[in-house]
């Protein structure tokens, strides 16, 4: 933790909690930073310090054994309602968080807490209690919250309703097809079913089906013997096998060859598998997550996916909103890749104007929350030290603009439908000047296959950037 109380205001800060060692650590983690620090062992002892003094801040256990932190939100909010609460709680759930905020806790965390996380939540209140400035944009408090240590940040009604399905499917063991367009966060949705779950003391293993060559996919997901194929002089465990007892995410799932998908239909169904060059079954038992931003379904229809995989992998379907249909979480990402930015570059956290935020909320943000965070990545780097606004949006904002060109007429009907595909993809890529990645975009497939689709038709790589 680095956030330290300025030089002219000693911070003051309350740990409530009922186990020791989580008093001792937050204690120490508090002092180490330059804070005031006093300890209470439940609701109680937690009151009656309250009553001998005040503070700028409370962090507090939910559930202790002589009541609870909402209680003491409570007392703290009818007595001294500039004062701070934060929340921990090792029993997270979307509907302790929503409750938490509207109860008017700062933020709300679980357990076991990232120090990080406590870290940005502090760096508020401290700002908080320097800054007040009119046209500032309003701190967080009460407006929305982060769950764990995932990162998942927002207020709005369609967002906690993902989080409370996904909260609801992670009480299970079933499978779990996450679709949602790319850069919304399917990943950290993954891992927060996962934290959520009985598993979470487990390993959480990540593959990206569309990142890993076709040829090596098979040896990534299931490993290999030594000499089981050209270049392998070693053996390798696969992803399968770094799961055991956990969950394997399996990203863009829609990437993965026709010629792999029954194998993985197979384990699937019998949570066996056999290493490359091998022939002793290796029984697992995992969790699989899959996620994909295109739509299987559709894929199916089109031949491209396997019709008897997809209803296995759809067991539990989820879905997470594209950030235009969430645009009053803006001000809070905002607020957090401002304060997670800062952190990282040893600055300041910027001041954030409300001119700054009506311009981030016209726009529809086509690349969701990550083409935000990159965008604020953008504007904190080259403007640092001074107030975020309107100006810095127009400086620094560069929308994808396709220029109108002149494309060839489509052939007559009869064609050959590789023709036809052949040449949609040429008109897309001059559309996008060449652009794999914006081709890629405008025609809904992932750059791998942007990339195979080239080479297939023997179009000059090299033309397309």
């Known amino acids: 933790m680095s956030s330290k109380p300025s030089n002219d205001h000693s911070s003051t800060v309350l740990v409530v909690d009922d186990e020791p060692g989580m008093r001792t650590a937050l204690q120490a983690n508090f002092m180490r930073c330059g804070w005031h620090v006093e300890t209470a062992s439940g609701v109680r002892d937690a009151t009656e310090a309250f009553g001998l003094r005040g503070f700028d801040l409370v962090v507090s256990d939910v559930r202790m054994k002589d009541g609870d932190g909402f209680e003491l939100l409570c007392t703290v909010q009818k007595n001294s309602p500039n004062t701070a609460v934060i929340l921990l709680t090792a029993f997270g759930s979307v509907p302790e968080a929503v409750e938490s905020m509207r109860s008017g806790a700062f933020d709300y965390l679980a357990k076991p807490v990232s120090f990080e996380q406590l870290q940005a939540a502090v760096a508020r209140v401290m700002q908080r209690i320097k800054e007040s400035t009119p046209r500032d944009m309003p701190p967080v408090k009460n407006s929305g919250f982060s769950i764990g240590t995932t990162g998942i940040v927002g207020r709005s009604p369609l967002l906690l309703q993902a989080l409370q399905r996904a909260r609801a499917a992670a009480n299970t063991d079933a499978d779990i097809l996450i679709e949602a ?10 891992k927060f079913i996962h934290q959520n779950s009985w598993r979470s003391r487990k390993s959480f293993v990540a593959v990206n089906c569309a990142a890993v060559p076709e040829h090596l996919l098979e040896s990534e997901l299931f490993g290999h013997a030594k000499g089981a194929f050209t270049g392998a002089s070693a053996a390798k465990i696969g992803k399968f096998e770094l799961a055991q007892g956990g969950t394997l995410l399996l990203d863009e799932i829609g990437e993965m060859p026709l010629n792999l998908q029954p194998k993985l239909l197979r384990i699937l169904q019998e949570r066996e598998f056999e290493r ?6 290796i029984h697992v038992d995992i969790r699989v997550i899959a996620t994909t931003n295109a739509s299987l379904g559709t894929m199916v229809e089109q031949g491209r996916f ?6 296995r992998l759809n067991v539990i379907p989820l879905s997470i909103p594209g950030l235009r249909d969430r645009i009053e979480d803006i001000p809070l990402l905002v607020q957090h890749f401002a304060e997670k930015f800062a952190v990282e570059t040893n600055c300041a956290i910027p001041a954030i104007d409300a001119s700054f935020i009506e311009k981030l909320v016209a726009y ?29 949006f127009s400086e620094e904002f560069r929308p994808l603009r396709i220029t109108p060109v002149s494309l060839p007429k489509m052939p007559v009907p009869g064609t050959p439908i590789a023709v036809l595909e052949k040449m949609h993809l040429q008109n897309t890529l001059t559309l996008a000047h060449g652009n794999r990645t914006h081709a890629a975009l405008m025609l809904g497939i992932s750059l791998r296959t942007m990339r195979n689709k080239i080479k297939e038709y023997g179009l000059p790589p090299r033309s397309y950037a």
């Open 181 to 190: 367009e790319s850069g919304t966060g399917k990943e950290l949705m993954a």
């Open 276 to 281: 490359l060059g091998e022939t002793n079954s």
């Open 306 to 311: 396997r019709s008897d995989l997809y209803y």
């Open 364 to 392: 529809s943000w086509p690349g969701n929350i990550r083409e935000l965070s990159n965008f604020m990545r953008r504007v904190l780097a080259l403007h640092q030290g001074v107030k975020i606004d309107a100006a810095c």
